[in-house]
């Protein structure tokens, strides 16, 4: 499904989508909450890299089930990383310069309300990697 929703879009920017999902994988949770972060991450991950890389893989990670978004795009300084690391787990508000990017919102809002977990990694030029987490 998710191949077939980007095809044409992620083709136009010349970049490779990977899945890698095992077929009797399963997450217990609310499957439309988990497609719009996914969306979300992976419409991200199209923005911002050309000519590349996007990854979408699942594991099992000590007993947690662990979904990463991936990508080799332009990727974020330590600044934006923080920020955003920080935002996904607190109360603190976004800086002004993400005001109005309400896919962050969206992604916050559906990773708490799902009991999740969400970790960002990122370089300069060297691609960004979302990492959402599950208990379950």
């Known amino acids: 499904e998710v191949t077939r929703f980007y095809e044409e879009v992620n083709n136009s920017r010349n970049n490779q989508l990977l899945i890698d999902c095992p077929e009797d994988s399963t997450i217990i949770t609310d499957p439309n909450m988990l497609k719009v972060i996914l969306r ?11 000519n590349g890389k996007i990854s979408l893989i699942y594991k099992l990670e000590q007993g947690r089930k662990v979904i990463y978004v991936t990508d080799t ?3 974020m300084n330590d600044k934006m990383v923080s920020q955003l690391n920080l935002y996904f787990t607190s109360n603190e508000d976004l800086g002004n310069e993400y005001q109005g990017n309400f896919g962050i919102k969206i992604i916050k809002d559906f990773v708490s309300y799902l009991n999740a977990a969400i970790e ?3 370089t300069i030029n060297g691609g960004t990697q ?3 987490s599950f208990t379950n």
């Not at 979300?40 to 050309?50: E, G, P, R, V, W």
Request: aromatic share 10%; proline share 0%.
């Open 130 to 132: 979302f990492k959402l």
């Open 40 to 50: 979300n991450l992976i419409d991200n991950a199209i923005k911002y890299t050309m």
């Open 73 to 75: 795009g332009r990727g």
């Open 120 to 122: 960002i990694k990122s």
